[in-house]
Protein backbone atom coordinates (compact mmCIF):
# COMPACT_ATOMS: atom_id res chain seq x y z
CA UNK A 1 0.00 0.00 0.00
CA UNK A 2 1.16 3.37 -1.02
CA UNK A 3 1.85 6.01 1.09
CA UNK A 4 0.82 8.35 -1.70
CA UNK A 5 -2.69 7.18 -3.55
CA UNK A 6 -3.60 7.24 -7.21
CA UNK A 7 -6.12 5.48 -9.09
CA UNK A 8 -5.03 2.57 -10.75
CA UNK A 9 -6.44 3.44 -14.06
CA UNK A 10 -8.20 6.12 -15.98
CA UNK A 11 -8.91 6.38 -19.47
CA UNK A 12 -10.02 8.79 -22.74
CA UNK A 13 -10.66 9.32 -25.58
CA UNK A 14 -8.15 11.34 -28.41
CA UNK A 15 -8.40 15.00 -27.80
CA UNK A 16 -10.26 14.83 -24.53
CA UNK A 17 -8.91 15.64 -21.00
CA UNK A 18 -7.92 13.67 -18.36
CA UNK A 19 -7.04 14.21 -14.27
CA UNK A 20 -4.60 11.72 -12.86
CA UNK A 21 -5.17 12.27 -8.58
CA UNK A 22 -2.40 11.62 -5.86
CA UNK A 23 -3.75 11.78 -2.41
CA UNK A 24 -1.59 12.02 0.74
CA UNK A 25 -1.72 13.10 4.28
CA UNK A 26 -0.31 16.02 6.61
CA UNK A 27 3.16 14.19 6.60
CA UNK A 28 3.94 14.42 3.21
CA UNK A 29 2.03 16.82 0.48
CA UNK A 30 0.06 18.53 3.38
CA UNK A 31 3.59 19.13 4.93
CA UNK A 32 4.13 21.40 1.61
CA UNK A 33 6.73 19.29 0.32
CA UNK A 34 7.46 19.08 -3.44
CA UNK A 35 5.29 16.73 -5.35
CA UNK A 36 7.23 15.36 -9.18
CA UNK A 37 5.31 13.61 -12.14
CA UNK A 38 7.02 10.64 -14.15
CA UNK A 39 5.65 8.99 -17.26
CA UNK A 40 6.88 5.49 -17.80
CA UNK A 41 5.98 3.76 -21.17
CA UNK A 42 5.93 0.21 -21.42
CA UNK A 43 9.41 -1.11 -21.09
CA UNK A 44 11.07 2.61 -20.26
CA UNK A 45 12.85 4.16 -17.50
CA UNK A 46 10.41 6.81 -16.32
CA UNK A 47 10.60 10.20 -17.84
CA UNK A 48 10.18 13.39 -15.52
CA UNK A 49 7.07 15.17 -16.50
CA UNK A 50 6.53 17.87 -14.35
CA UNK A 51 8.73 18.98 -10.86
CA UNK A 52 8.42 21.20 -7.86
CA UNK A 53 4.80 20.82 -7.91
CA UNK A 54 4.16 22.77 -11.31
CA UNK A 55 6.97 22.68 -13.73
CA UNK A 56 8.12 21.43 -16.61
CA UNK A 57 11.18 20.41 -17.50
CA UNK A 58 12.63 21.63 -21.34
CA UNK A 59 10.50 19.32 -23.69
CA UNK A 60 7.50 18.48 -21.88
CA UNK A 61 4.76 20.21 -23.98
CA UNK A 62 2.41 22.59 -22.20
CA UNK A 63 -0.79 20.41 -22.62
CA UNK A 64 0.63 18.85 -19.51
CA UNK A 65 -0.13 20.47 -16.46
CA UNK A 66 -0.01 19.74 -12.69
CA UNK A 67 -1.06 21.32 -9.26
CA UNK A 68 -1.25 21.39 -5.64
CA UNK A 69 -3.73 21.96 -2.74
CA UNK A 70 -3.96 20.45 0.46
CA UNK A 71 -2.77 17.01 0.74
CA UNK A 72 -3.41 16.10 -2.81
CA UNK A 73 -1.93 16.77 -6.25
CA UNK A 74 -3.36 16.34 -9.39
CA UNK A 75 -1.76 15.89 -13.06
CA UNK A 76 -3.75 16.94 -16.17
CA UNK A 77 -3.35 15.83 -19.98
CA UNK A 78 -5.55 17.96 -22.51
CA UNK A 79 -5.45 17.28 -26.29
CA UNK A 80 -4.56 13.40 -25.46
CA UNK A 81 -2.73 11.39 -27.72
CA UNK A 82 -2.01 7.53 -28.42
CA UNK A 83 1.70 8.54 -27.63
CA UNK A 84 0.28 9.52 -23.69
CA UNK A 85 -0.76 5.84 -22.99
CA UNK A 86 1.81 5.33 -20.33
CA UNK A 87 1.98 4.36 -16.50
CA UNK A 88 1.58 8.16 -14.05
CA UNK A 89 3.71 8.42 -10.93
CA UNK A 90 3.72 11.36 -8.31
CA UNK A 91 6.72 11.47 -6.37
CA UNK A 92 6.79 13.55 -2.94
CA UNK A 93 8.94 13.54 0.16
CA UNK A 94 7.37 11.88 3.79
CA UNK A 95 8.63 13.34 7.15
CA UNK A 96 7.07 10.62 9.23
CA UNK A 97 9.38 8.00 6.51
CA UNK A 98 11.90 10.38 6.26
CA UNK A 99 12.51 9.68 2.75
CA UNK A 100 10.74 10.19 -0.92
CA UNK A 101 7.89 8.03 -1.57
CA UNK A 102 6.37 7.26 -4.87
CA UNK A 103 1.98 7.00 -5.75
CA UNK A 104 1.07 3.33 -6.88
CA UNK A 105 0.95 4.41 -10.34
CA UNK A 106 -2.26 5.19 -12.40
CA UNK A 107 -2.22 3.54 -16.19
CA UNK A 108 -3.62 6.05 -18.35
CA UNK A 109 -5.29 3.88 -21.58
CA UNK A 110 -5.90 6.37 -24.43
CA UNK A 111 -9.38 4.97 -26.06
CA UNK B 1 24.81 15.04 -23.01
CA UNK B 2 24.09 14.40 -19.98
CA UNK B 3 23.31 10.78 -18.87
CA UNK B 4 23.38 8.32 -16.60
CA UNK B 5 24.32 4.24 -18.21
CA UNK B 6 23.69 1.35 -16.02
CA UNK B 7 25.36 -2.12 -16.33
CA UNK B 8 23.43 -4.88 -18.09
CA UNK B 9 21.07 -7.30 -16.83
CA UNK B 10 22.08 -10.42 -14.28
CA UNK B 11 20.87 -13.67 -13.41
CA UNK B 12 22.13 -14.71 -10.31
CA UNK B 13 21.29 -17.47 -7.58
CA UNK B 14 19.71 -16.97 -3.90
CA UNK B 15 22.72 -16.25 -1.74
CA UNK B 16 25.24 -14.87 -4.62
CA UNK B 17 26.81 -11.47 -4.45
CA UNK B 18 26.35 -8.69 -6.77
CA UNK B 19 27.09 -5.59 -7.50
CA UNK B 20 25.82 -3.39 -10.55
CA UNK B 21 26.89 0.17 -11.44
CA UNK B 22 25.78 3.28 -12.64
CA UNK B 23 28.04 5.68 -14.69
CA UNK B 24 27.35 9.24 -14.93
CA UNK B 25 28.89 11.69 -17.85
CA UNK B 26 28.13 14.93 -19.29
CA UNK B 27 27.57 17.16 -15.89
CA UNK B 28 30.03 17.36 -12.84
CA UNK B 29 28.94 13.97 -10.92
CA UNK B 30 30.26 14.88 -7.69
CA UNK B 31 27.58 17.65 -7.38
CA UNK B 32 24.40 15.70 -7.80
CA UNK B 33 22.98 12.96 -5.61
CA UNK B 34 22.36 9.74 -6.90
CA UNK B 35 19.36 7.79 -5.68
CA UNK B 36 18.51 4.18 -6.56
CA UNK B 37 14.77 3.36 -7.34
CA UNK B 38 13.31 -0.27 -7.51
CA UNK B 39 10.41 -1.93 -9.84
CA UNK B 40 9.54 -5.61 -9.04
CA UNK B 41 7.66 -7.37 -12.11
CA UNK B 42 4.67 -5.59 -12.96
CA UNK B 43 4.70 -3.17 -10.24
CA UNK B 44 5.07 0.79 -9.30
CA UNK B 45 8.61 2.47 -8.44
CA UNK B 46 9.98 2.37 -4.82
CA UNK B 47 12.47 4.49 -3.37
CA UNK B 48 15.92 2.90 -2.25
CA UNK B 49 17.92 5.62 -0.81
CA UNK B 50 20.23 8.54 -2.25
CA UNK B 51 23.94 9.19 -1.84
CA UNK B 52 26.01 12.28 -2.36
CA UNK B 53 29.26 11.41 -4.58
CA UNK B 54 30.85 13.87 -3.15
CA UNK B 55 31.63 13.00 0.22
CA UNK B 56 29.09 9.66 0.18
CA UNK B 57 26.83 11.04 2.32
CA UNK B 58 23.94 8.32 2.06
CA UNK B 59 20.14 8.26 3.24
CA UNK B 60 18.61 4.86 2.84
CA UNK B 61 14.75 4.23 3.02
CA UNK B 62 14.04 1.54 6.03
CA UNK B 63 12.40 -1.20 4.09
CA UNK B 64 15.89 -1.76 2.41
CA UNK B 65 17.97 -0.55 5.36
CA UNK B 66 20.84 -3.46 5.97
CA UNK B 67 19.69 -4.74 2.67
CA UNK B 68 21.56 -3.19 0.08
CA UNK B 69 24.89 -0.78 -0.07
CA UNK B 70 25.40 2.27 -1.78
CA UNK B 71 28.66 3.64 -2.40
CA UNK B 72 30.34 5.58 -5.25
CA UNK B 73 33.78 5.90 -6.97
CA UNK B 74 33.98 9.16 -7.87
CA UNK B 75 37.26 9.01 -9.77
CA UNK B 76 35.40 6.84 -12.74
CA UNK B 77 32.02 8.72 -11.72
CA UNK B 78 30.07 5.63 -11.01
CA UNK B 79 27.71 4.93 -8.05
CA UNK B 80 27.05 1.27 -7.50
CA UNK B 81 24.49 -0.55 -5.77
CA UNK B 82 25.46 -4.09 -4.15
CA UNK B 83 23.90 -7.38 -2.14
CA UNK B 84 25.67 -9.87 -0.17
CA UNK B 85 23.39 -12.64 -0.60
CA UNK B 86 20.69 -12.18 -3.47
CA UNK B 87 17.30 -14.07 -2.52
CA UNK B 88 14.45 -14.56 -4.98
CA UNK B 89 12.39 -11.76 -3.66
CA UNK B 90 15.69 -9.02 -5.24
CA UNK B 91 14.10 -9.70 -9.01
CA UNK B 92 13.58 -6.83 -10.00
CA UNK B 93 14.62 -3.57 -12.33
CA UNK B 94 16.76 -1.31 -10.79
CA UNK B 95 17.05 2.36 -11.18
CA UNK B 96 19.64 4.98 -10.92
CA UNK B 97 18.76 8.47 -10.86
CA UNK B 98 20.00 12.02 -10.33
CA UNK B 99 18.53 14.50 -8.17
CA UNK B 100 17.86 17.96 -9.67
CA UNK B 101 20.23 20.21 -8.22
CA UNK B 102 18.91 20.20 -4.29
CA UNK B 103 20.99 20.85 -1.41
CA UNK B 104 19.10 17.85 0.63
CA UNK B 105 18.49 15.16 -1.83
CA UNK B 106 14.70 14.47 -1.90
CA UNK B 107 13.94 16.77 -5.25
CA UNK B 108 13.00 15.22 -8.34
CA UNK B 109 15.05 12.52 -10.38
CA UNK B 110 15.58 14.63 -13.84
CA UNK B 111 17.94 11.63 -15.45
CA UNK B 112 17.42 8.56 -15.47
CA UNK B 113 19.58 5.15 -16.01
CA UNK B 114 18.25 3.08 -18.48
CA UNK B 115 17.84 0.04 -15.74
CA UNK B 116 19.79 -2.88 -14.64
CA UNK B 117 17.24 -6.27 -14.69
CA UNK B 118 17.90 -8.73 -11.94
CA UNK B 119 16.88 -12.22 -11.99
CA UNK B 120 17.76 -13.95 -9.18
CA UNK B 121 16.58 -17.81 -9.26
CA UNK B 122 17.66 -21.09 -8.43
Known amino acids: QSVLTQPPSVSGAPGQRVIISCSGS?????????VHWYQQLPGTAPKLLIY???NRPSGVPDRISASKSGTSASLAITGLQAEDEADYYC???????????FGGGTKLTVL | EVQLVQSGAEVKKPGESLKISCKGS????????IGWVRQMPGKGLEWMGI????????RCSPSFQGQVTMSVDKSINTAYLQWSSLKASDTAMFYC???????????????WGQGTMVTVSS
Open chain 2, 97 to 111: ARVVADSIGYGAFDI
Open chain 2, 26 to 33: GYSFINYW
Open chain 2, 51 to 58: IYPGDSDT
Open chain 1, 26 to 34: SSNIGAAYD
Open chain 1, 52 to 54: DNK
Open chain 1, 91 to 101: QSYDSSLSGVV
